[in-house]
């Protein structure tokens, strides 16, 4: 199938309550740079001011509403906050726009929209809309074009920070739906993606035990072959759907959409260290007994040996994951950012931080490690009890 064109992912576009939380999220605690904003006039025209965000080659922009009736507060009155709009840099945008035209993408815009910046440089772009929920994709082309986006006034120099923690790109996104099938099956036909790996979680044995854990979930990650750019899809599964954690962010989010964006870096330990010992950004716990029975996990999965201490990943509390010797990934997730800014409506939005050394997976064996940890411990704790 003919390729769209797709460069990478250029930027992902969220709608924020808070600019000033969201702010002191990115700049003071991420240590983002923070790159523009919004002019008065795009902010009084868009009733909505914004800001862009770098670290590397992940950028941000975050748009409030300013009063009512703009985009951002549309969303905001159907949902948390969350990603509108994911941008990606395509080569070519109206051999993009066409092939998407001919296999059935619904374009939003009338024409490829076309701006000039101050030195004779262009940007050109469209959107169009997707299967999950209120979530657009927007195609751009640069050539030579310098400024931010048309409307946005650069700062002279950035303000904020320095990206210490070493935030390279986005690994992948991780969407979640009810149901998966329309989303691969657009991202196939209308993009031309390909299938790249999947996997599902049988916890029925567990549940049948009369485990009150297990719940599941089928997940397919697809991909563009020619950028590699991913994407994760996540739908619940039974028994105990509803309980699904896929399920569960559905109803917070009141819709399908972005779960998380992966944070792709070079050294996750002092990363993590870092993350942990200056911000008080806080990581979803892992339980002691995943890392008493990591050495013998490591024999099964055949990964055999690992680069890092393993008393250094049950301090800082990183998963790892991987099924090839000494080829593995590791991987820790944020907390939701409703729970970090203490407000539901912040959204159940997570960020992740991987690290790759070889394995191309997206920490599958994890969700089962983490499963048998506690089912492991319960169990031992039972027979200690059982022996006084
Ligand atoms: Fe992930």
């Known amino acids: 199938m003919d390729s769209l064109g797709i460069i990478k992912v250029e930027s992902v576009h969220w709608y924020v309550h808070d600019l000033a939380r969201t702010r002191r999220f990115y700049s003071e605690l991420m240590d983002f740079a923070e790159l523009g904003e919004s002019s008065p ?3 009084a025209r868009g009733r909505q001011r914004s800001v862009v965000f770098n670290a590397n080659d992940v950028t941000l922009i975050c748009s409030a509403p300013v009063g009512e009736g703009g985009r951002a507060w549309r969303w905001l009155q159907k949902h948390p906050e969350g990603v509108g709009t994911i941008n990606f840099l395509v080569k070519d945008v109206e051999h993009t726009f066409r092939l998407l035209e001919a296999r059935g993408g619904t374009i939003i815009d009338d024409a490829v929209q076309r701006f000039t910046d101050e030195r004779g440089g262009t940007l050109a772009f469209f959107s169009i809309t997707t299967p999950f929920g209120n979530t657009t994709f927007r195609f751009l082309q640069r050539d030579g074009y310098e400024a931010l986006y048309p409307g946005f006034v650069q700062h002279p120099q950035p303000t904020g920070g320095h990206n210490r923690f070493g935030f390279g790109k986005i690994d992948h996104i991780t969407s979640n739906f009810r149901t998966l099938a329309p989303m691969v099956l657009w991202m196939k036909h209308v993009l031309g993606f390909e ?3 999947n996997i599902q979680f049988h916890t029925e044995e567990e549940i049948a035990k009369g485990n009150q854990h297990g719940t599941g979930l089928k997940s397919i990650v697809m991909w563009d072959p020619h950028s590699t750019v991913k994407f994760a ?15 569960v962010y559905v109803e917070d989010q009141r819709g399908e959409g972005v779960q998380h964006l992966a944070l792709l870096v070079r050294d996750i330990v002092p990363t993590v260290r870092a993350m942990r010992e200056t911000t008080g950004l806080d990581f979803l716990g892992t339980p002691q007994s995943y890392y008493d029975y990591l050495p013998e996990r490591l024999v099964k999965s055949g990964i055999l040996r690992i680069d890092e201490p393993i008393d250094e990943l049950r301090d800082l509390q990183i998963l790892i994951d991987g099924h090839q010797e000494h080829q593995y990934m590791l991987q820790i997730f944020m907390k939701e950012k409703s729970q970090l800014f203490k407000d539901r409506e912040a959204g159940p939005f997570f960020y992740e931080i991987i690290q790759r050394k070889g394995d ?9 490690a983490l499963f048998e940890s506690i089912e492991r ?6 027979a200690r009890q059982g022996a006084h």
């Open 360 to 368: 191309k997976g997206f920490g599958g064996g994890n969700f089962k």
């Open 195 to 197: 299938e790249f790996w």
């Open 377 to 382: 411990a319960q169990a031992a704790e039972r």
């Open 233 to 247: 899809n996540n739908e619940p599964s039974r028994p105990r759907f509803k309980n699904s954690q896929i399920n």
């Open 41 to 43: 006039e795009l902010t």
